[in-house]
């Protein structure tokens, strides 16, 4: 999700792809490592601060501090690259990855 300077403040992952069977689903795969990668990009900006929840299937973020100006510059260029990673997924493989980019009024 997006405020309504179009800066991601949340973001959700939910499912599995169903492309393969459990523990060999590229799909799934990809999505995990692009998505957990971009957590740990944030977790290592020492000003941010976020709420996460972690479970099978299942990874919510939200940005409660964007932290000082040169951090919030990074969270952005991490939030975005992440953003561009799955709309990729998405394009290859339509119908197991669906990307929702939308504006919310915050």
């Known amino acids: 999700m997006r405020d309504s300077r179009g800066d991601i403040y949340k973001f959700n992952i939910n ?8 523990g060999k689903d590229i799909i799934c795969a990809a ?3 692009i998505s957990q990668t971009a957590v740990l990009g944030i977790e290592a900006l020492k000003t941010v601060k976020i709420k996460k929840e972690i479970e099978s299937g299942k990874l919510q ?3 409660v501090d964007k932290g000082m100006p ?3 510059l990074r969270l952005k260029a991490i939030l975005e690259t992440m953003v561009l ?4 997924i998405e394009t290859d493989y ?3 990855v669906r990307v929702m ?3 919310c009024k915050k």
């Open 31 to 33: 999505v995990s490592a």
């Open 85 to 88: 990673g799955l709309k990729d």
């Open 61 to 63: 973020v939200e940005i």
């Open 15 to 22: 499912g599995h792809a169903g492309f393969d069977e459990y």
């Open 94 to 96: 339509p119908e197991y």
């Open 70 to 72: 040169e951090d919030d």
């Open 101 to 103: 980019d939308r504006r």
